[in-house]
């Protein structure tokens, strides 16, 4: 899939993010601002062509603590966010 921005900003009621995300392998922009997302799926930490990441006003009380499959902590040698200049997590 060759989508580059996901903007579901503003759309009230979308509870999670599949664990899955991390097959739209060209996202460079995900905003999940002011839906009412409680946590993030560790997959996240795989999305490597991400460059914009913006999560304010949702309901996330840790960001990415553990890994959402297996409930152990994360290991740093997982995190392949190696393109993301821009990190957002403003009112949570």
């Not at 979308?14 to 002011?34: A, E």
């Not at 949702?58 to 200049?85: C, M, W, Y």
Request: include cysteine; aromatic fraction near 4%; glycine fraction near 6%.
């Amino acid at each position: 899939v060759d989508l580059t921005v996901l903007d579901l900003s503003g759309n009230i009621g979308i509870t999670f993010i599949p664990q899955d995300i991390d097959m739209l392998s060209s996202l460079k922009t995900m905003r999940f601002c002011g839906v009412g997302i409680t946590s993030l799926p560790s997959s996240v930490l795989r999305m490597s062509s991400l460059q914009s990441l913006e999560l304010n006003d949702n309901k996330l009380a840790e960001f990415l603590e553990t890994d959402s499959r297996t409930g152990q902590p994360v290991n740093p040698g997982d995190i392949q966010l190696h393109n993301l200049s821009y990190l957002s997590l403003n009112r949570n």
